[in-house]
């Protein structure tokens, strides 16, 4: 772990669900790797890291489920972790599984705000005011998004200009140029 983190400045980690069962089942694989990495990240490592976390309909999207996730991320990582709930569409292996529906986005964000995570957003959804970033001290619009492209830019040498409250994470004092990316690819 040492070895690989060691050339990140960031990471995005996926917390895939958070119960055993969902690892086993769905991931063929183990939770406990992935919060001890967490674990690490924040208080072994410089490396800036965000948590996803695809809510799949009937699999990891219960209330008592993200309000275990979002308690444990504020008691170990702290409230300056953020965290992007993402909607699932059917895909691959799981085209049986409904889309997320956006009402549980928006109670996974709900429930991360009120455990006190500052920084919870909603992803693969047009909603802007879930998707963007606010002022933990003064609640103004810092960051807005919609999908991948930005639009307002509220922020100056790593602060809030409104407030000067110094925002976690790693900014420049203007938005970069790369917004939405899908391209066509044609194969033969």
């Given at each position: ?74 008691e170990k990582l702290g409230t300056d972790v953020p965290i992007h709930f ?66 307002d830019w509220n922020m100056k040498n790593g602060s809030c200009k409104y ?9 420049e004092d203007s938005p970069g140029t790369w917004g939405s990316k899908r ?6």
């Amino acid at each position: 772990r040492a070895e690989f983190f060691k050339y990140m400045d960031a990471a995005n980690i996926d917390l895939k669900g958070f119960t055993e069962r969902f690892y086993k089942k769905i991931c063929l694989s183990e939770l406990a790797p992935v919060l001890e990495t967490l674990i690490y990240l924040k208080h072994e490592t410089s490396v800036w890291f965000e948590i996803t976390t695809l809510l799949i309909p009937g699999e990891n999207d219960s209330e008592k489920e993200l309000n275990e996730m979002t308690e444990w991320i504020v008691e170990k990582l702290g409230t300056d972790v953020p965290i992007h709930f993402s909607a699932f569409h059917p895909d691959f292996k799981m085209q049986d599984i409904p889309r997320t529906p956006h009402s549980t986005l928006i109670m996974a964000r709900d429930i991360a705000l009120k455990n006190g995570i500052q920084y919870a957003y909603v992803g693969n959804v047009h909603d802007f005011d879930r998707e963007s970033s606010y002022c933990p001290n003064c609640n103004e619009l810092l960051i807005g998004r919609d999908w991948y492209v930005l639009s307002d830019w509220n922020m100056k040498n790593g602060s809030c200009k409104y407030c000067q409250t110094k925002i976690p994470g790693v900014f420049e004092d203007s938005p970069g140029t790369w917004g939405s990316k899908r391209m066509r690819v044609k194969m033969s």
